[in-house]
C-alpha cells in the first residue's frame, strides 16, 4: 500500500490550528490554504479520502503511483481466491448447493432489512474530511452492471450481487424481481425485441469482488414478472461461470463469457448452449490443460458483435487484461459454418497490445467503436505510467479490421473537463487507470456520431470522437466551482464514480457505476466546463444493492436504539443512527472492516484498506455549523516503524473482545494488539504480538477473554495456496503459537472465527469456497465449519447437514447456538444440536460477509455483500 497518504497529517493538524485561531469559523478554502502555505499545492484544501487518493496516485516514489488501481485489481483477486483457490469452481457447484439448501428446514421469525432508506454520500451531517462529502455524488447504492430501458418508463438495473430490480417510473421506487434464483450475481441484463427480459448471472469484471452465476435466465413479461429458477434457459453449460455481454441477432441470444463464446436458440428454453468458439478449448473444465495455474484466464471473451448489415458476420473481442498469445479480435463471416480466424486489425489500433474491449456498433452499421486497455501498460511498474487505458478507436468500414482511428485516449480524455487531469487534483493518475475493469460504450440510435464511454468517469462526443466532454466527473474535488460547504459549493452534481453499464430509452441514457443508477436527457445540458448540470440520481432507497463488507452495531448515546454502520465496496462507511430517516457517510473510500462498542456505537473504528484504520467517538459527525475542517477521527493504523509498512490483505480483519471492548486484535503480516481502547491516539500505540510469517497475512481475527485465533493463508493464490491458523493471548506474546491443522483439514480460505463467549478454548472456523467435489485440493465432507474444544490442539468437522456453499463469518452466541452467513443463506444451529437449520426467512440470496450480535435489541445482524445489512430478532426462536 501506498506510504505517501500517511505523511499528510500535518496538514489536517494546520487546519485545526487555523480554525481555532480564527475562533471556530474555519476560512474559505483558499484562505486556509493561503495562512498554511498551500495555496499551490494542488489537492491540500481536499477532504481526507480525495486528498489521500491523490497522494496514493502520484506518491513520492515510481513504485508508489497508480497505487489505486492496483489495490482494485488487488481486492477482486483477493475475493476471488477465497472462493475458489487453490482451483477454479466447476458447473454444478451453485445448482447444488442450492438443491441442499431447499431441502434444509427453516427457524421462525423473518428477517428485516436494515438498509432499505435513502443513502446520501453526500450527507452534511458527515462533512469530515475523512468522508467524501459534499464529492456530488448525492444519493448512492451498491454497484450497477447491467441496464435496460424500454420506451415506456421502464427500467432495470443488475446489481453486481443484487439481482434485477426493476422501475416503473423512468428509475426510482424499485422492486427486485430476482430474488428467487440461486445467485444474484449480475453480468448483464438486456430486452429484447419481444419486449422479454434476458438475465445473464455471473458478474464478469475482473475488478472489485465478483461471483459466477448459475447461467442466463428470461423472463417473459418483465413488467409485471418475476424470475423463477424454471425461467433458465439451456442446461448447466453455463453454471459457475461469468458473463460479460448479452447480445441478441439472428433469432438466437449470444454470450461472451470467461469459458468462451456461446449461443442458445431465442425460441426455446430447452436444449444446450451451442459453444460458438473459445481461443483455448483444452483449458476448460474436462480438458487436458483444465488443472493449469491459469486455466482460467485462458478462454476470456469480453465482448461479442454481429454486423447491424449482416448478422451472420459475427466479431469477438477475447483477451485476458494481462495479456496472453490469444489476445486479439477474431470474426467469421458465417458463423454458421464457423471459420472463425484472427484478425489484424490495421491503422491505429495496436494489434499486439489488445486487452480488456467493449464494442459498440452503430445503428447502421457503418461504425464500429471500441475502447481497448492495454496489457502493455498494465505490465508495466507501478508508477510509470498514469492509465492503462490504450485508447477509444472508431473503425469507419465497420469492420474489425479496420483501418481503425483513435479518437480519444488518456491525455484527451484529460483535457475534456476531467477531474483526473492532473493539474485539477493534483500529480496522480489519470483516465483509464481502471480500463480493464471500467468500461463502457453506447452509441445514439439516432445519431451514428454522438457517443458515450464509461471509464472511471462518464465521456460524451457529438462528432464522432473529434471533441469530448466529461459530462460525468469523477467528482467535484479539485475544480474551482468546489467548496466543502453546500452555499459555497457551485459545482453541479456528478455521478459515481467506476462505470459499468449503459442504457438508452424514453429519452435518456442511464449509466450504472459503483455508486448505483444514474440518468439524463439523450441531448443534456452542459456548463462552461463540458459538465452536465442535468444529472439525476435514480438511488432513492428502494434499490438496496449495497455492497457491505462488515457490519458493527451498538447503543445509540443520545437516542433510543441502534446505531448500525458498515464497510461498503467504493462507498465508504455507512452509519445509520436510530430515528434517522437518512443514512450518512462519515468515512470515504472503499470502506472495510470495523467494529463499535457496544454500550456507545458512536465508538467506531473503519477501515479504509489495508489495516488503514481510523477512530472515532463521535460517529465522525460534525460538531457544528462552521468546523467541516476538523477532523473527528484519527489515523491509527498498527505499524512496525513508520505508516503503511504492514502487509495485510485489501479487507483486513480486526476484531475487539467480546469481554472488553477496550481490547482489540488485528491481522495483517502481524498479529496486532491494542489495550488502549478509544483512547489510543495513533499506531504506535498497537503491540506487535505475533508473526504469522513472511508471506502470510490475515484473513479472520476473533478475541474473547484475552485469548485470540487469527487465520492466514499465503501464497493465497492457485500456485502453492497454503492456509493455517495462530493462536495466542494478549497479553502474553511468548503464548502465540501455529496450530497443527488434521491432514484432512481443508485446504480452502479459513474466513471466520467464533469463539465461545463462556470457554475461550472452545472455537470454530468458518471455510470458504467449495468442497473437493468442486475443487482441487484435499477436504473432508463439506468442510464448512470445524470446531476445536481444546484451543486448537484438535479439530473436528461440525458441517453436518450444511450445503456445499463458501462461508465467510460465524458467531458463538451465549446460549451455545451458532450463526453462519454463507454465499447464499445464513444459517442456524440451535444450543446443543448437531444439524443445521435456515435461519428465518426473507433474507434474498446473497452472500453474507460479517454478522454481529445486538443485545440493545436482541438480534444479530448480517452484512451482505449485494442486498444491504439486515436484522433477525433472536426472541422470534
Not at 405 to 427: E, F, M, R, W, Y
Not at 714 to 737: I, L, T
Request: with cysteine; proline share 5%; charged share 15%.
Amino acid at each position: 500500500m501506498s506510504k505517501s497518504r500517511w505523511r499528510k497529517p500535518a496538514t489536517i493538524a494546520g487546519v485545526l490550528v487555523l480554525a481555532a485561531a480564527l475562533g471556530g469559523v474555519v476560512a474559505t478554502n483558499h484562505e486556509v490554504r493561503e495562512k498554511l502555505g498551500l495555496a499551490d499545492e494542488p489537492g491540500a484544501n481536499l477532504p481526507w479520502h480525495p486528498r489521500e487518493f491523490m497522494e496514493m496516485a502520484a506518491g513520492e516514489s515510481s513504485e508508489e503511483a497508480g497505487e489505486e488501481a492496483f489495490e482494485a485489481r488487488t481486492i477482486a483477486e483477493q475475493f476471488a481466491q477465497a472462493r475458489y483457490a487453490p482451483g477454479i469452481v466447476s458447473p454444478g457447484a451453485y445448482a447444488n448447493a442450492l438443491s441442499q439448501l431447499n431441502a434444509l428446514a427453516v427457524t421462525k421469525g423473518t428477517w428485516r432489512e436494515v438498509t432499505n432508506i435513502k443513502y446520501d454520500g453526500d450527507d452534511p451531517r458527515y462533512r469530515d474530511y475523512a468522508s467524501n462529502s459534499s464529492g456530488g455524488a448525492g444519493l448512492v447504492t451498491g454497484r450497477i452492471t447491467g441496464l435496460a430501458a424500454d420506451n415506456s418508463g421502464y427500467v432495470y438495473a443488475a446489481g453486481a450481487d443484487g439481482g434485477v430490480w426493476r422501475s416503473s417510473t423512468g428509475g426510482g421506487r424499485w422492486t427486485p424481481i430476482a430474488d428467487a434464483l440461486p445467485t444474484l450475481s449480475s453480468g448483464d441484463v438486456v430486452l429484447a425485441a419481444d419486449g422479454s427480459l434476458w438475465y445473464a448471472t455471473g458478474e464478469a469484471n475482473t475488478g472489485a469482488t465478483s461471483y459466477v452465476g448459475a447461467g442466463v435466465y428470461r423472463l417473459a413479461n418483465p413488467r409485471t414478472g418475476r424470475f423463477a429458477a424454471t425461467n433458465r434457459i439451456g442446461g448447466t453449460e453455463l453454471e459457475s461461470t461469468v458473463i460479460n455481454k448479452l447480445r441478441f441477432f439472428d433469432g438466437k441470444v449470444w454470450a461472451a463469457t470467461n469459458r468462451g463464446l456461446y449461443s442458445h436458440s431465442m425460441s426455446s428454453t430447452s436444449g444446450a448452449w451451442q459453444r460458438e468458439f473459445t481461443p483455448n478449448p483444452s483449458y476448460l473444465p474436462g480438458g487436458a490443460n483444465a488443472g493449469d495455474a491459469n486455466a482460467a484466464y485462458k478462454n476470456i471473451v469480453n465482448d461479442v458483435a454481429a454486423d447491424p448489415r449482416n448478422p451472420k458476420h459475427v466479431v469477438v473481442a477475447s483477451a485476458w487484461r494481462s495479456g496472453d498469445a490469444y489476445n486479439g479480435f477474431y470474426e467469421t463471416r458465417d458463423y454458421t459454418a464457423g471459420g472463425w480466424a484472427k484478425v489484424n486489425p490495421t491503422g491505429a489500433m495496436p494489434a499486439d497490445d489488445i486487452g480488456y474491449v467493449t464494442f459498440a456498433f452503430s445503428g447502421d452499421g457503418g461504425k464500429l467503436y471500441a475502447i481497448n486497455q492495454s496489457p502493455r501498460l498494465l505490465n508495466k511498474p507501478a508508477g510509470n505510467v498514469n492509465s492503462y487505458l490504450d485508447g477509444i478507436y472508431v473503425s469507419n468500414t465497420g469492420s474489425p479490421a479496420g483501418p481503425w482511428n483513435k479518437i480519444a485516449d488518456s491525455s484527451k480524455l484529460g483535457n475534456s473537463g476531467s477531474a483526473l487531469k492532473q493539474t485539477v487534483i493534483g500529480k496522480g493518475y489519470g483516465p483509464g487507470i481502471q480500463a480493464w475493469y471500467n468500461q463502457f460504450l453506447a452509441v445514439d440510435p439516432a445519431n451514428p456520431n454522438h457517443l458515450w464511454a464509461g471509464l472511471e468517469e462518464v465521456y460524451e462526443t457529438s462528432d464522432a470522437g473529434a471533441t469530448w466532454k466529461t459530462v460525468g466527473p469523477y467528482w467535484n474535488f479539485g475544480f474551482s466551482c468546489w467548496d466543502i460547504y453546500d452555499a459555497q459549493n457551485a459545482c453541479n452534481k456528478t455521478t459515481h464514480s467506476d462505470q459499468h453499464s449503459v442504457a438508452v430509452g424514453n429519452g435518456f441514457v442511464y449509466v450504472g457505476n459503483d455508486g448505483g443508477v444514474y440518468r439524463r436527457p439523450i441531448n443534456g445540458r452542459t456548463d462552461k466546463a463540458g459538465h452536465a448540470t442535468d444529472w439525476q440520481s435514480l438511488n432513492d432507497g428502494t434499490i438496496d444493492a449495497l455492497q457491505y463488507y462488515s457490519v458493527s452495531v451498538g447503543k445509540d448515546p443520545a437516542r433510543a436504539g441502534t446505531v448500525v454502520s458498515g464497510g461498503l465496496q467504493d462507498n465508504g462507511v455507512s452509519v445509520l443512527r436510530a430515528g434517522d430517516t437518512v443514512m450518512g457517510s462519515n468515512f470515504g473510500g472503499d470502506g472495510g472492516d470495523s467494529l463499535a462498542d457496544p454500550a456507545n456505537g458512536c465508538r467506531q473504528v473503519q477501515e479504509y484498506t489495508n489495516l488503514a484504520m481510523r477512530v472515532t467517538e463521535n460517529c465522525n459527525e460534525n460538531p457544528g455549523p462552521g468546523t467541516a475542517a476538523t477532523s473527528t477521527s484519527r489515523d491509527i493504523q498498527p505499524y512496525t516503524s513508520r505508516p503503511g509498512d504492514e502487509p495485510a490483505r485489501f479487507i483486513a480483519p480486526f476484531a475487539p473482545d467480546d469481554h472488553d471492548a477496550n481490547v482489540w486484535v488485528a491481522g495483517g503480516q502481524h498479529v496486532w494488539a491494542n489495550t488502549k481502547g478509544y483512547a489510543i491516539q495513533n499506531g504506535k500505540g498497537w503491540a506487535n504480538l505475533f508473526d504469522l510469517g513472511a508471506g502470510h497475512t490475515a484473513t479472520a481475527v476473533a478475541v474473547s477473554g484475552g485469548m485470540a485465533y487469527v487465520s492466514w493463508c499465503g501464497p493465497c493464490n492457485n500456485a502453492g495456496f497454503a492456509r493455517g491458523v495462530a493462536a495466542g493471548k494478549v497479553d502474553d506474546p511468548s503464548s502465540w503459537h501455529q496450530l497443527t491443522l488434521p491432514g484432512d483439514f481443508p485446504n480452502r480460505f479459513v474466513q471466520g472465527v467464533g469463539i465461545d463467549p463462556a470457554n475461550a478454548s472452545h472455537a470454530f472456523l468458518a471455510i470458504n469456497g467449495f468442497s473437493r467435489r468442486f475443487t482441487e485440493g484435499p477436504g473432508a465432507g463439506y468442510g464448512h465449519v470445524y470446531e476445536t474444544t481444546d484451543a486448537g490442539a484438535t479439530w473436528r468437522d461440525v458441517s453436518a447437514n450444511l450445503p456445499d456453499v463458501p462461508a465467510s463469518s460465524i458467531k458463538q452466541l451465549s446460549n451455545g447456538a451458532l450463526v453462519l452467513p454463507t454465499d447464499l443463506a445464513t444459517f442456524y444451529r440451535a444450543p446443543g444440536a448437531t444439524n443445521w437449520q435456515r435461519l428465518g426467512s426473507g433474507l434474498p440470496l446473497t452472500v453474507g460477509m460479517d454478522v454481529e450480535y445486538n443485545a440493545v435489541d436482541n438480534s444479530v445482524y448480517v452484512a451482505t455483500h449485494g442486498r444491504g445489512i439486515w436484522a433477525y430478532n433472536l426472541s422470534q426462536l
